[in-house]
């Protein structure tokens, strides 16, 4: 861990305000976030959100340096790609009904695992990766943008806040009320799931991820549902089972086949360089304190432990683990620094992929393999937007570390004890595709571990998800909207069409540079705290399910 980019004012970066500002955001963070990931097979970026969040709260106590604001929101946001990491693949052992195979000590053991491994690996390569690369890094780049343009102050903070409100009463009247009904506009489609999802962050997804992006989605999911399954079965192709399968198949294989096609076209070019000795990872000794390799060494060493004796994968799938944790958490960061998207759970599939075929252990367990990939390479892609968040407005790196595993630890706890609590009040049974929580990236993990619906339409999404990407197009969108239920699918896209529309009202105001940056972060403040709102009031009606449950 490098300190040279430390500048003098470092000793205040990392304070006790923004230690328990960072803490109690990391918990309400990472809660929502196992809650939107599972809710929607999705999980946007909380940076910018808490980034703003961060200087609101560190404001309102006198603290006005962005430095201090970028650690605290590193340790809010630390825990929700931890969050992700589990959601997008152990639920996939639930939806093959192997629910006794795991307890929630094996779903600790998993985090915990891949955060250690996450975390020495980001120690590692950051120089290389940030410092001496032209990687992008656009998540990075846009919250530091964030924090420098920035001028929150009581405004944002009511934005924020009055939006995440407004987003849990909506909440609560419909789904413990039963005021607002959950489905509008409903059609009676065989094999289509028409629909509007009545739901803030829906829309909210929608909003923040606008543009074309949306367009693909929506495509895909026009594909899927009105090309294959109606048209297919009206022209007498198929039946409507038949069709779901080689929907289900078809968006599976595009979903991955995009993450297949950002090692292809992002990182086997780099690692060729690498290998044929043009470029080194830049690692070694002027990378580390004294003392520092120590403590890696520790991180990696405890990480194996919990692999092979703790999970029971045995030696050689822990050394398999260990190495090729390094390897996919390498290619996450190249992933993020030059696309802003990390496919967590496509390289807890190729590591899982290579333990099936090396060793001899069960399906419940392939899923813990891959979980640990997929929170290492989250975790992994984070840490290093968040360094080059650092590196363009100062930010001590060791600084940003220590923060990143405060938030990454503390979400390894919280993000276990959701998913226990969201299965204790509604069932392994809510968890798949047309389910209460699609999981659709841990329905893809289960897929492949038990077999797939229809292997020549898995195959086609494969080549064409890689061949889409390879081309620019967003394939991993339209993966989605061919897989996910329809109603998900229309419902992000009415919230697309509410930012064209916001957009086009506020037309006027983007002429003048200050009223733009107003206009831009209002619109991302108010979708911000729709979405974060209805996560979080969603992870609380389960915990008092669960308790009355209990107490019941």
Not at 10 to 19: D, F, H, P, T
Not at 322 to 339: N, P
Not at 368 to 382: E, Q, S, Y
Not at 448 to 457: H, N, W
Request: glycine share 16%; aromatic share 6%.
């Amino acid at each position: 861990m490098s300190v040279e980019n430390a500048r003098p004012h470092g000793r205040g970066q990392l304070s006790v305000a923004g230690i328990i500002i960072g803490l109690v955001g990391c918990i309400i963070i990472t809660a929502s976030s196992v809650y939107t990931a599972l809710k929607m097979g999705a999980l946007p970026w909380p940076t910018i959100f808490t980034s703003i969040t961060s200087l609101v709260l560190l404001r309102a106590f006198g603290h006005r340096s962005l430095n201090e604001a970028n650690v605290t929101q590193i340790i809010m946001s630390a825990g929700s790609m931890v969050a992700g990491g589990l959601a997008f693949t152990i639920p996939g052992i639930w939806i093959l009904g192997l629910a006794d195979e795991v307890s929630w000590v094996d779903m600790l053991l998993v985090a915990l695992a891949g955060t250690l491994l996450g975390l020495v690996c980001t120690a590692l390569i950051r120089r290389r990766l940030v410092e001496e690369s032209n990687l992008e890094y656009p998540i990075g780049v846009a919250a530091a943008e964030t924090l420098n343009a920035s001028n929150a102050g009581g405004a944002t903070g009511a934005k924020l806040f009055g939006s995440m409100a407004l987003a849990g009463l909506w909440s609560v009247a419909r789904d413990v009320l039963g005021i607002i009904p959950a489905m509008l506009c409903t059609l009676p489609i065989p094999g289509v799931s028409f629909g509007i999802y009545n739901s803030p962050m829906m829309l909210s997804v929608g909003f923040l991820v606008g543009g074309v992006a949306v367009v693909f989605w929506f495509a895909g999911a026009l594909l899927g549902n009105f090309g294959i399954t109606v048209g297919g079965t009206a022209a007498g192709l198929w039946d409507v089972a038949t069709a779901q399968g080689i929907v289900s198949s078809l968006g599976m294989g595009l979903m991955m086949g995009s993450g297949l096609g950002v090692v292809v076209r992002d990182i086997l070019p780099q690692l060729a360089g690498y290998l044929r000795g043009r470029e080194g990872m830049g690692l070694g000794r002027k990378d580390l304190r004294k003392g520092d390799a120590g403590v890696l060494g520790l991180f990696v060493a405890i990480a194996a432990l919990l692999i092979g004796l703790g999970l029971g994968l045995g030696p050689v799938a822990t050394v398999i683990i260990v190495a090729l944790s390094f390897v996919t958490t390498i290619m996450s960061a190249q992933s993020v620094g030059q696309t802003g998207i990390d496919p967590m759970e496509i390289f807890g599939l190729i590591v899982l992929l290579a333990v099936a075929a090396t060793c001899d252990i069960g399906q419940a367990k392939l899923f813990f393999v891959a979980g640990i990939i997929a929170v290492a390479c989250g975790l992994g892609g984070d840490i290093m937007s968040d360094f080059k968040t650092g590196q363009i407005i100062g930010t001590d790196p060791r600084k940003m570390w220590v923060g990143q595993s405060i938030g990454a630890l503390l979400g390894t706890v919280v993000s276990v004890a959701v998913m226990v609590a969201l299965v204790g009040a509604y069932g392994t049974g809510a968890f798949g595709p047309g389910q209460l929580f699609v999981s659709a990236q841990a329905s893809v993990v289960a897929t492949m571990v038990s077999g797939i619906p229809s292997v020549p339409s898995f195959a086609i999404g494969l080549a064409a998800g890689i061949v889409l990407y390879c081309l620019g197009l967003p394939s991993m969108m339209i993966g989605l909207g061919v897989y996910l239920p329809f109603y998900l699918s229309l419902s992000a896209s009415l919230g697309a069409l509410a930012k064209l529309a916001y957009d086009k009202l506020h037309k006027e105001a983007g002429k003048d540079r200050d009223a733009e940056l107003s206009h831009d972060d209002t619109g991302v403040i108010v979708a911000s705290g729709f979405l974060g709102g209805e996560s979080i009031v969603g992870v609380v009606i389960a915990l008092v399910t669960v308790i009355a449950g209990l107490t019941g």
